[in-house]
């Protein structure tokens, strides 16, 4: 099995996320990888960024003297606000989130399922810290939810598994998986490959160990 040095680095699949959502939406970066995103969007798309502090219209990641250290994101990155930018209650936050008003939120994770269940809040180890935020409620209350992680463990174990052996944070939430290797679509009967990056598509499939619909011609 060969794997290249061209698999996407974060700030690379965080540009391809940030293509991939359509012009005008309303989204949530979680914390990690997700809120480099951020920094990759069109500033002519119409994009709103919502975060779980109580902000709507964020900016890119602040730096040098553009750094107020009252306006950071839910992971407490500085950050910038954008023209017309809002401010509000940490519970109307969540209302937004939990009523459906979020066209797409970006989450990490340590797995997803081959159905779109997603596991990104606890690795059920005794000694770990559970950190569920507003996963669950990003997760169920955004019309679409995408994931950006690594596609393998410290270990080398994949994420992307069968079944989630972590505790769940929303089941059959997730449509789209973003990872170093791969881009997957969760589709209802399959998992389909869209994209690979530095490795081919038999060595991908034998790597997860779980059914994968070759989509990458499509792509061409």
């Not at 797409?104 to 779109?116: D, E, I, N, T, W």
């Amino acid at each position: 099995m060969t794997v290249t040095s061209q698999r996407l680095d974060t700030d690379a699949l965080a540009a391809l996320v940030a293509r991939d959502i359509p012009p005008g939406s309303y989204v949530n970066l979680g914390i990690g990888r997700p809120t480099k995103v951020a920094n990759h969007l069109d500033p002519g798309a119409g994009i709103v960024l919502h975060t779980e502090n109580g902000m709507l219209g964020m900016g890119p990641e602040a730096h040098g003297d553009e750094i107020d250290p009252d306006l950071v994101n839910a992971g407490k990155i500085p950050v910038t606000e954008l023209p017309g930018a809002a401010y509000f209650h940490h519970a109307d936050s969540f209302a937004m989130m939990r009523g459906g008003h979020l066209d797409h939120c970006v989450l990490g994770a340590y797995q997803v399922s081959a159905r779109g269940d997603l596991a990104n809040w606890h690795t059920g180890e005794p000694d770990a810290i559970p950190a569920v935020g507003g996963a669950m409620d990003l997760a169920i209350g955004a019309k679409q939810t995408f994931v950006m992680m690594t596609l393998l463990t410290r270990s080398g174990a994949p994420k992307l598994v069968p079944s989630c052996s972590y505790p769940l944070t929303g089941i059959g939430c997730v449509s789209r998986v973003y990872t170093d290797l791969a881009v997957f679509l969760i589709e209802d009967h399959a998992v389909v490959v869209r994209d690979v990056f530095g490795i081919a598509f038999p060595d991908l499939r034998a790597l997860v160990g779980i059914p994968l619909v070759d989509g990458t011609d499509a792509q061409e």
